[in-house]
């Protein structure tokens, strides 16, 4: 027992814990449908332009701090523009992500350089691979605010989100707006992605978005099992990934993401058998 | 925007001969006085500036199986759309059961191409079947809407695809799934876009006679589009034949497949377009 005990007496462990739990939850079950709208680099594009969004805030003058606030806006823009892209070009998803995401990392260190010397420095590594254990109170409260409002939201738009993705043809004809749910879901998970980078880094975010749902599309028979599923690897990964690192002495981030690929491998055991 | 400044298609040679050939064929519309099902109306339809529907008029009756004929990029999956609330109409108007595309949608049950939904996709036919009844994808099935899942399904012969996986479906068992879907709502207008298309023999031998037993209906009213003359010549009580954008001709089965010279003029359009570009 001192094995949880020990660890969540912690109060930056306790910080860590909730953070962990509210980027995994909603990162999963946005996951879900990144995955199966054939996404799955969604995050990653996302995560570069938050680099680039945090970097325009760091150069006009906001602390490390706020410029997530001029990043939210900047990557939900970003996100937006890939959608128009893919709806009215003959690109494919990828295409458009890839082009955006090159965009913004080059905008990124264009604005690192322009910083003059004078300024206050920057730790690019922390940006990069984040430390989930050194949140702060005001962090947390703006990772749990953003997770609890995306995640009701995406939940709230389950069914119609499942059936534009479905079909988006049929799901229009039944009166779905699926362009807008489509705009939504893009800028929704923007915003997640640039809050999550403050506890996880751009490295590793998209791993949050891509690998439970990945593991459980492998496993789940309907959408909604997949979901559920997503949402149990998600944060059970995270709780377990934690804790292991606490004991382990491994960055946080890195062991929740390990363990999560661990649940993928499991899971693509557990397909096979099935077919 | 007006009219006035779209592009519209210019009439060839040849869509003006075939024109003349087509008026000389005799043409029975169905009678005035019947409640139409589906009006269309003077309706042109362009998308980008280009019109690709022009001025296109035909009612359905109550109960009566109508083919919409032609060939590839003659404007009948665009017509489909315009009917289906997925593309404004430029002028004209199409009305479903009196009412407005908009109010009477829930009236059309809709059996789309094979191609159109994601193969990967997790689901079973009960769920694709429930989403029809409920305008969304459901999280989980009561059993009143199981129980009307199964029997639309029971009636197509197709009662054991009920939990099974879409994704491991034939073509043909897809295509009975997906004319379930279209008609658990009770809908007063099937809407069918080439439902045999990409479905192997037998399937599509299964389907045919799916499609006849439903012609057959004296209370649904269909529209079937299709390039496969056995569909045609099974179900068809009228069709509605439509090159480049406009109505060719318009009568009973009987009057325009009897023709040689329409079955020539079908021929000869798919050849005369086998290699246009499809801007359907």
Not at chain 1, 133 to 159: F, G, H, N, Y
Not at chain 2, 58 to 68: A, R, T
Not at chain 2, 168 to 177: A, F, I, K
Not at chain 2, 272 to 280: G, N, R
Request: proline share 4%.
């Amino acid at each position: 027992m001192d094995l949880l005990t020990e660890p969540l007496g912690l109060l930056f462990m306790q910080r860590a814990l909730i953070a962990g739990l509210a980027i995994s939850a909603v990162c999963a079950v946005i996951g879900v449908f990144v995955v199966q709208r054939g996404l799955a680099f969604l995050g990653d594009g996302l995560a570069h332009a938050a680099f680039g969004g945090i970097a325009l805030g760091l150069f006009l003058g906001a602390s490390v701090e706020h410029a997530v606030w001029v990043s939210i806006p900047f990557t939900a823009a970003i996100a937006i523009g890939i959608g128009v892209i893919q709806r009215r070009t003959q690109l494919r998803g990828d295409v458009a992500i890839s082009v955006f995401f090159s965009f913004s990392l080059a905008l990124g260190v264009l604005f690192l350089g322009l910083r003059k010397a004078t300024d206050r420095q920057i730790n690019v590594e922390s940006l990069l691979f984040g430390n989930m254990l050194v949140v702060t109170p005001e962090v947390l409260t703006v990772v749990v605010a953003v997770s609890a409002v995306a995640l009701v939201l995406t939940l709230i738009l389950w069914q119609r989100l499942a059936y534009a993705i479905f079909d988006p043809e049929l799901a229009a004809i039944s009166g779905v707006p699926v362009a807008v749910l489509e705009y939504l879901l893009l800028a929704q998970t923007a915003v997640v992605v640039v809050v999550a980078v403050k506890a996880v880094g751009v490295v590793l975010v998209s791993s949050f978005v891509v690998i439970p749902a990945a593991a459980a599309r492998l496993v789940g028979t309907t959408l909604a099992r997949v979901t559920a599923l997503a949402f149990l690897i998600g944060t059970l990964g995270a709780a377990a990934g934690l804790v292991a690192s606490y004991h382990l002495d491994t960055p946080s981030s890195a062991t929740i993401i390990l363990i999560h690929c661990a649940c993928f491998a499991a899971a693509l055991v557990l397909g096979r058998r099935r077919r | 925007m007006s009219g006035d400044f779209l592009t519209t298609i210019p009439p060839t040679p040849v869509s003006l001969e075939r024109r003349s050939a087509a008026r000389a064929l005799q043409q029975t519309r169905p009678d005035a006085a019947l409640p139409r099902v589906l009006d269309v109306d003077g309706v042109s339809i362009a998308i980008r500036d280009k019109v690709i529907v022009q001025d296109v008029t035909f009612w359905i009756p109550k109960g009566e199986f109508v083919c919409l004929c032609g060939p590839n990029g003659a404007g009948k999956s665009t017509l489909l759309k315009g009917i289906l609330g997925l593309l404004p109409v430029s002028s004209g108007r199409i009305a479903i059961g009196g009412e407005d595309v908009a109010a009477g949608h829930r009236a059309v049950g809709y059996v789309p191409q094979r191609k159109g939904f994601d193969r990967d996709f997790p689901a079973r036919a009960v769920e694709l079947i429930v989403a029809a009844l409920r305008g969304r994808w459901p999280a989980s099935i009561r059993p009143e809407e199981r129980e009307r899942a199964r029997a639309v399904l029971a009636k197509l012969g197709g009662a054991r695809l009920l939990d099974k996986p879409l994704s491991g479906l034939s073509g043909g068992e897809t295509q009975r799934v997906f004319l379930a879907r279209a008609l658990v709502t009770d809908p007063k207008l099937l809407i069918l876009d080439e439902p045999t298309a990409g479905v192997d023999a037998r399937g599509r031998g299964e389907l045919l006679e799916l499609l006849t037993h439903i012609s057959r209906s004296d209370e649904l009213a269909a529209i079937l589009v299709t390039h496969n003359l056995a569909a045609v010549s099974k179900t068809a009580e009228r069709i509605v034949y439509i090159e480049a954008g406009r109505v060719l001709c318009w009568g009973l089965r009987e009057e325009l497949l009897g023709q040689s010279s329409l079955t020539a003029l079908a021929f000869q359009a798919s050849d005369h377009h086998a290699h246009a570009p499809d801007e359907e």
